[in-house]
């Protein structure tokens, strides 16, 4: 047998890291911090002393979890800045509805992802942000977790470790989102966003409890693997 390259198992290790980290996301989400190192080794299909190679303790796997999740969603089409078009939002799903019209889409789930974008299409940069936000929950786990856990100060970890993640995810997420926010309530009361910096604690604030709503709303629907589907009535729901 030919001997793995170096490549090959640095691509083995990332991959089995994922795994690894895919499967506590989802353990995390039904047991909060009492998830034990065998919970995600039963989840993830691996032996404990597999996982334990890689994660000797849960707070080191929650550690790189949310990192990694920050890595993903920092700066992204998730928390898209004041000038972000739709379709970047959107990763070009807007393109969707012009092929429509010329009969192009042939399945069932291709007409669907058009009316789900049809229909964000009409709502401010906000809604459709959450929309999408909540969409990104619930295919990764992770992210929500990111969230959520942020509204929390990242309690679960140690002070040195909660405080870089927490100044980290007010850079590049929450920070953003409040840019959002900011500028459509600015238009909405027609006045330019303006950049007093004695308002952005209050921003920061006006971000952080969009952001609870969606945490709280999106738990539910969660644990019935139904969020993607229930984005939309939840986002009314709030009336974003």
């Known amino acids: 047998m030919t001997p793995r390259t170096k490549e090959q ?29 065998r919970d995600v080794a039963v989840q993830a299909g691996l032996g404990y002393g597999t996982v334990y190679h890689y994660y000797s303790n849960k707070g080191d796997l929650l550690h790189d979890l949310l990192w990694d999740a920050l890595e993903r969603v920092g700066g992204g089409p998730v928390v898209p800045h004041a000038s972000t078009s739709w379709e970047e939002m959107t990763g070009g799903n807007v393109n969707l509805l012009a092929a429509v019209e010329t009969g192009n889409l042939a399945t069932s789930g291709s007409r669907r ?21 909540l969409q990104l929950w619930a295919e990764d786990h992770a992210l ?6 942020s509204l929390e100060g990242f309690a679960s970890l140690p002070e040195a470790r909660s405080s870089k993640l927490t100044a980290a995810f ?18 909405d009361e ?51």
Do not use: W
Not at 113 to 133: C, M
Not at 226 to 233: R, S, T, V
């Open 9 to 37: 198992n640095e691509e083995i290790r990332l991959r089995r890291l994922a795994q690894i980290r895919e499967a506590a996301a989802d353990v995390f989400l039904n047991k909060g911090p009492l998830l034990e190192i």
């Open 113 to 133: 992802e058009t009316r789900e974008a049809a229909a964000t299409e009409e709502l401010g940069p906000v809604a459709s942000a959450s929309v999408r936000i």
């Open 144 to 149: 929500y977790l990111l969230y959520k856990l």
């Open 170 to 187: 007010q850079d590049e997420v929450l920070a953003p989102i409040a840019a959002l926010v900011e500028t459509e309530r600015a238009a």
């Open 190 to 240: 027609g006045a330019a966003s303006g950049g007093n910096a004695a308002e952005q604690p209050y921003r920061l604030q006006r971000a952080e409890m969009l952001l609870a709503a969606l945490v709280g709303c999106a738990s539910l629907s969660l644990r019935r693997e139904k969020l993607h589907e229930e984005a939309m009535e939840i986002v009314r729901f709030l009336k974003l």
